[in-house]
């Protein structure tokens, strides 16, 4: 079914409501979606403080922090039908709250609208629904962290949250968090100094198989801002530990649309707008509960991988590509694999970073056309977390006498030359800033 034949056949999409209580040092929780009477959604979430636990004494504080995870959660269900308006029973958003949600999911849902053909308009897109009488959200209360030396670092297993996490140790007590946990993750984690699993923040984190199946039947798939969920979840964690500065690892790059000229990107809740927003949100919604920024931020991924050369302990642990996290594994054939293997060839020698891999990534001539997305040889660039054209041009260009035998490398210079002889090098590194 096409975009516009599910918005009229699901017209309302509702956020039923939410339920969280302890087991143990555990908190459960799950939420409650509809989409008109025949779909339901019901996920599940449970968060494993360790050691790290220190709960408020009255949980009623955190109901404002989950009703609002529930917001982002949503999005996710959502989706697969895009249904013209929510209908949110908990609590009802004020004006401001619900321009900033509808912000977030246009511009999240960038890549998806992309990618699923789908045309449509900011104030078209959702709108959101609340009965007469519901309680406003304004009422909610919220705790509020004191400034200590601890901070919480997501770790996602990639090169960016060691350099985050050995950089922080040095200068304060750090406390790992991971969603759903896996060999990458708990392997840079224990390398860190943390080997118990309850010295890490662990969110187990479900989607509802129900979705799963709607999307092998053909309703909707895509790309969410994953990263704003975890922005979300950041408030719950400094709630329950007390721990008011949550450090992100998401670096300048990450502000690059994908798409150029537009405002597509894979990378939205990444980038520097969201992180603001998302600070200026929790000030004014959610009582100012926690801090959230990135450690990275005034970075380029270049220097993030010169500093993350410093850390050999780590380079058979790290992973970054997302085909192979199930088995933690670099696959070596994705755009991720590969601008991994290029941004970080120029301060690993090549011995180091065939081992690394398992394989010469700049030795396979099948990688051509994903080399020239990352390059700035074609149109668009790779829809995944990497860097932008300009750094993987300086990294190139650094290779281009030490790599200079490896055939990717000998076809870029080949296109270069290419290039300059129709007048084309200026208005290439135009484009490629």
Same mark, same amino acid.
């Not at 060999?183 to 989607?207: K, M, N």
């Given at each position: 079914?096409?975009?516009?034949?599910?918005?009229?056949?699901?017209?309302?999409?509702?956020?039923?409501?939410?339920?969280?209580?302890?087991?143990?040092?555990?908190?459960?929780?799950?939420?409650?979606?509809?989409?008109?009477?025949?779909?339901?959604?019901?996920?599940?979430?449970?968060?494993?403080?360790?050691?790290?636990?220190?709960?408020?004494?009255?949980?009623?504080?955190?109901?404002?922090?989950?009703?609002?995870?529930?917001?982002?959660?949503?999005? &996710?269900?959502?989706?697969?039908?895009? &249904?013209?308006?929510?209908?949110?029973?908990?609590?009802?958003? *004020?004006?401001?709250?619900?321009?900033?949600?509808?912000?977030?999911?246009?511009?999240?849902?960038?890549?998806?609208?992309?990618?699923?053909?789908?045309?449509?308009?900011?104030?078209?897109?959702?709108?959101?629904?609340?009965?007469?009488?519901?309680?406003?959200?304004?009422?909610?209360?919220?705790?509020?962290?004191?400034?200590?030396?601890?901070?919480?670092?997501?770790?996602?297993?990639?090169?960016?949250?060691?350099?985050?996490?050995?950089?922080?140790?040095?200068?304060?007590?750090?406390?790992?968090?991971?969603?759903?946990?896996?060999?990458?993750?708990?392997?840079?984690?224990?390398?860190?100094?943390?080997?118990?699993?309850?010295?890490?923040?662990?969110?187990?984190?479900?989607?509802?198989?129900?979705?799963?199946?709607?999307?092998?039947?053909?309703?909707?798939?895509?790309?969410?801002?994953?990263?704003?969920?975890?922005?979300?979840?950041?408030?719950?964690?400094?709630?329950?530990?007390?721990?008011?500065?949550?450090?992100?690892?998401?670096? *300048?790059?990450?502000?690059?649309?994908?798409?150029?000229?537009?405002?597509?990107?894979?990378?939205?809740?990444? &980038?520097?707008?969201?992180?603001?927003?998302?600070?200026?949100?929790?000030?004014?919604?959610?009582?100012?509960?926690?801090?959230?920024?990135?450690?990275?931020?005034?970075?380029?991924?270049?220097?993030?991988?010169?500093?993350?050369?410093?850390?050999?302990?780590?380079?058979?642990?790290?992973?970054?590509?997302?085909?192979? &996290?199930?088995?933690?594994?670099?696959?070596?054939?994705?755009?991720?694999?590969?601008?991994?293997?290029?941004?970080?060839?120029?301060?690993?020698?090549?011995?180091?970073?065939?081992?690394?891999?398992?394989?010469?990534?700049?030795?396979?001539?099948?990688?051509?056309?994903?080399?020239?997305?990352?390059?700035?040889? *074609?149109?668009?660039?790779?829809?995944?977390?990497?860097?932008?054209?300009?750094?993987?041009?300086?990294?190139?260009?650094?290779?281009?006498?030490?790599?200079?035998?490896?055939?990717?490398?000998?076809?870029?210079?080949?296109?270069?030359?290419?290039?300059?002889?129709?007048?084309?090098?200026?208005?290439?590194?135009?484009?490629?800033?």
């Amino acid at each position: 079914m096409t975009f516009e034949e599910l918005r009229q056949k699901y017209p309302v999409f509702s956020y039923e409501g939410y339920d969280y209580h302890l087991e143990g040092n555990d908190l459960h929780i799950q939420f409650f979606y509809k989409i008109g009477e025949e779909i339901a959604f019901q996920p599940k979430m449970v968060l494993q403080p360790g050691e790290n636990a220190h709960y408020p004494v009255d949980l009623k504080v955190l109901e404002g922090i989950v009703f609002n995870i529930g917001m982002i959660e949503l999005i &996710s269900y959502w989706k697969c039908t895009c &249904s013209p308006l929510v209908h949110v029973k908990p609590y009802k958003l *004020s004006s401001d709250q619900q321009y900033w949600w509808r912000k977030l999911y246009w511009y999240g849902l960038g890549e998806f609208c992309y990618k699923n053909n789908i045309h449509s308009e900011p104030n078209e897109f959702l709108d959101f629904t609340f009965a007469v009488g519901t309680p406003d959200a304004g009422q909610l209360t919220f705790p509020t962290m004191p400034d200590s030396e601890r901070v919480i670092v997501p770790v996602g297993g990639g090169k960016d949250s060691v350099v985050t996490l050995e950089e922080l140790r040095t200068e304060r007590k750090v406390v790992p968090f991971i969603i759903n946990p896996r060999g990458a993750t708990l392997d840079c984690a224990r390398i860190a100094g943390f080997e118990r699993l309850d010295q890490i923040l662990v969110l187990q984190r479900q989607i509802d198989p129900k979705l799963l199946e709607l999307n092998a039947q053909g309703y909707l798939n895509g790309h969410t801002p994953f990263s704003a969920m975890l922005a979300f979840y950041s408030v719950l964690l400094s709630a329950v530990t007390g721990i008011r500065d949550v450090a992100l690892s998401n670096e *300048s790059s990450a502000n690059e649309p994908t798409i150029p000229g537009t405002y597509i990107n894979h990378q939205y809740s990444k &980038s520097l707008d969201f992180e603001l927003a998302f600070r200026q949100y929790v000030h004014d919604f959610m009582g100012d509960a926690n801090h959230y920024y990135s450690h990275l931020r005034p970075l380029t991924e270049l220097q993030i991988a010169e500093r993350f050369a410093r850390y050999p302990a780590y380079f058979k642990a790290f992973r970054s590509c997302n085909a192979g &996290s199930k088995e933690n594994k670099w696959c070596c054939n994705c755009p991720k694999c590969l601008f991994a293997y290029i941004i970080l060839s120029p301060f690993i020698d090549d011995a180091t970073m065939i081992d690394i891999f398992g394989e010469d990534m700049l030795d396979k001539p099948e990688l051509v056309d994903t080399f020239d997305e990352l390059a700035g040889l *074609s149109l668009n660039k790779p829809f995944e977390c990497v860097g932008t054209i300009g750094e993987v041009n300086e990294a190139l260009h650094r290779l281009m006498e030490s790599r200079k035998d490896k055939y990717l490398i000998k076809h870029y210079v080949n296109k270069q030359l290419i290039m300059l002889e129709d007048n084309m090098l200026d208005e290439y590194y135009n484009m490629a800033p």
